[in-house]
């Protein structure tokens, strides 16, 4: 199993999956937070709170290039924290809108065009309306 050292936290190091965390040597108890809709992997350093995907991220590709950015999963699997799925993203959570399908997408914008309101599409598609408002935002970008 590989490992890489953590660019800032001198003896921190992790694996390419974030299974195993060591520092100094000594092994890292990684927690897990099972409230709300996903688990959230982590651990505690120093009194900081240290996201598992945040940290395999900073190991595997170094550092954020804006310090404000957080690890999101790319394919939405939030238990794949493996660094090949890791991106660094904006703040607020891995965007639904990867999990709609580009037919999808399509679909939303012709129904929208035709009249049908954002909170009702949100309702056929079972995602926020948010969600629709940034698939409509977006296409208007392109």
């Known amino acids: 199993m590989q490992y890489r050292y953590h660019p800032e936290i001198e003896g921190l190091k992790t694996n390419e999956d974030g299974s195993s965390v060591f520092l100094n040597d000594a092994p890292v108890v990684i927690k897990v937070r099972k409230s709300g809709n996903h688990p959230f992997r982590y651990i505690y ?14 190991c595997w590709d170094g550092m954020p290039p804006i310090p404000r950015l957080t690890a999101k999963h790319v394919d939405g699997d939030y238990t794949n ?50 969600t629709i408002q940034n698939v409509i935002k977006n296409h208007k970008k392109e």
């Open 81 to 130: 924290y493996h660094y090949s799925n890791l991106e660094w993203g904006n703040v607020g959570g891995n965007p639904t809108v990867n999990k709609l399908k580009k037919s999808q997408v399509e679909e939303i914008l012709q129904k929208h065009q035709e009249g049908i309101g954002v909170c009702e599409l949100g309702r056929q598609y079972k995602v926020r309306h948010s």
């Open 45 to 58: 350093l120093k009194g900081n709170v240290i996201g598992i995907a945040r940290l395999v991220l900073e």
